[in-house]
């Protein structure tokens, strides 16, 4: 019964299966125009109602999630999400309100966006927030529109460059261009912090801002970062702050306290909401005063004991339909309220120490580097002894064997074996001290057994695929699979 189950679900498809039908009654029948009608019959599987529960329930048992296992991603703040943050935001009240209700009948959920916004600029020293962005990249978009909607004012109109290091993000340089700028880029220093020297050769009156996280992608603190500021706000231009990495600094140091003018933060990486998947996720972007009136639109104001919405007066717009992922704010707000001020406080440190307790642990196989202390996470070269030809994708992969999630690999770029490791403050020293003897297991079969390492995973539903095949030529459709 197993082996049925591993088939797509249309292998399972016989002609004439049918699942449950519901048929309503006492509800006028609706014709679809014509234009709209199939031309022909959508080709959809016939399958029981059993068949495909079944189906569905083995291929999500398949999974690897933070909730199966430890999860390092690295720069992805792969934490636990709490239960009561689930449960809470699948509340009636707020999981059968419909987005066109007046305001007068969501002003509970009205509360919530507004007290959300006020605790978020308290967390990162800004003077307001927009919940309106819809994903990390997409707080980045607002951001960099509200840079340009800045200069556009002051008719400020050379201003079309934006700095990025070369050890940013990925979508840094992604956001910038499609918000209309030209990408500048700096080289870093060895560990990944803004070359001083660099930035001051490419500061003109033609750059509108620099985009930096702040630890950086190498779990390196800027400690320049006041210079850095100094330096972009005397040119003429603004800082944004990159929120991926703000888990590290909870409760310790805030974005807008370092010079800051702009900030998207991750509420699906630091604030514990569901990640990955493609969604649901969250960006909100923060700004100081005196860009408040940039920010997209609705805001969530209060006005005496009543919370309604509000459009900025120079506003850059409205991202998306609405306001924003709402059962994703409400975890957030509940994560919040349930730690308090005194205990989010304790989310860094926790962090850092578990980042530096497993560097420390395993720098004597695996090539550090960078000396020192790390933040939230850091960065392994692959292997120290590199002399089996063993890389750093082969450990990736035998780690699966063992029940584990591969840490991000091969980034950042400045490390040709970049393996980027971040614990987060949730796991527990137990399991801590297990992934550090299956990584050292790891290191040492890549020594006496490489053949074993380079031909992982072996224990897992899917063997070694060709990665590069699978980008190139990916089967999308059923049919397309029948014919190779």
Request: net charge negative.
């Amino acid at each position: 019964m197993r082996i049925l189950y591993d088939k797509l679900i249309f292998d399972l498809s016989k002609k004439g299966r049918i699942g449950y039908q519901y048929k309503p009654k006492n509800l006028a029948s609706v014709e679809l125009p014509q234009h709209l009608m199939r031309a022909k019959k959508a080709e959809l599987p016939e399958v029981t109602e059993f068949d495909v529960v079944r189906h569905y329930t083995n291929v999500s048992q398949k999974n690897f999630g933070v909730e199966t296992g430890f999860y390092p991603l690295g720069s992805c703040t792969m934490k636990y999400n709490p239960k009561i943050n689930e449960e809470l935001a699948t509340l009636s009240g707020f999981s059968q309100i419909h987005p066109l209700q007046p305001e007068e009948t969501i002003q509970g959920l009205l509360q919530i966006y507004y007290e959300t916004q006020e605790m978020l600029a308290e967390v990162s020293g800004l003077k307001a927030y927009s919940l309106n962005p819809f994903a990390g990249a997409h707080g980045e978009l607002a951001g960099l529109m509200i840079i340009k909607a800045y200069h556009e004012k002051r008719n400020d109109l050379k201003r079309t460059k934006i700095i990025v290091p070369d050890s940013a993000h990925g979508t840094n340089p992604a956001s910038a261009t499609v918000s209309g700028f030209d990408v500048v880029e700096i080289k870093s220093n060895i560990d990944g912090t803004v070359n001083i020297d660099a930035l001051k050769e490419v500061l003109s009156d033609e750059i509108a801002g620099l985009m930096l996280t702040n630890p950086n992608t190498a779990g390196v603190f800027e400690k320049d970062i006041v210079e850095i500021a100094d330096l972009v706000h005397g040119a003429g231009g603004l800082l944004y702050y990159d929120g991926a990495n703000l888990n590290a600094l909870l409760g310790k140091a805030k974005p807008g306290e370092m010079g800051f003018d702009i900030t998207h933060i991750n509420l699906h990486k630091t604030f514990s909401t569901p990640h990955g998947g493609g969604g649901p996720g969250s960006g909100p972007v923060g700004v100081t005063a005196e860009l408040v009136e940039f920010l997209p639109n609705p805001m969530v104001v209060k006005e005496g004991d009543r919370y309604t919405f509000k459009k900025p007066e120079d506003t850059i717009g409205q991202l998306g339909t609405f306001y924003g992922n709402t059962s994703v704010y409400i975890r957030a707000y509940v994560y919040l309220r349930t730690l308090g001020k005194e205990h989010l406080s304790k989310v860094g440190p926790l962090a850092v120490l578990n980042a530096n307790y497993i560097k420390e642990s395993l720098k004597d196989v695996y090539e550090l580097p960078l000396q020192g202390h790390a933040m939230h996470e850091f960065v392994f070269d692959g292997l120290k002894d590199k002399s089996t030809g063993v890389k750093t994708l082969d450990i990736a992969k035998r780690l699966l064997d063992y029940g584990y999630h591969a840490p991000t690999i091969y980034f950042p770029l400045i490390f040709p074996q970049a393996m980027m490791i971040e614990p987060t403050e949730v796991e527990s020293k137990d399991t801590l001290d297990d992934f550090i003897q299956i990584m050292r297991q790891v290191a040492e079969e890549a020594i006496s057994q490489p053949d074993i390492v380079k031909t992982a995973p072996h224990h897992t539903i899917v063997r070694r695929l060709d990665e590069v095949k699978a980008v190139r030529q990916p089967i999308l459709k059923y049919k397309d699979l029948q014919t190779k």
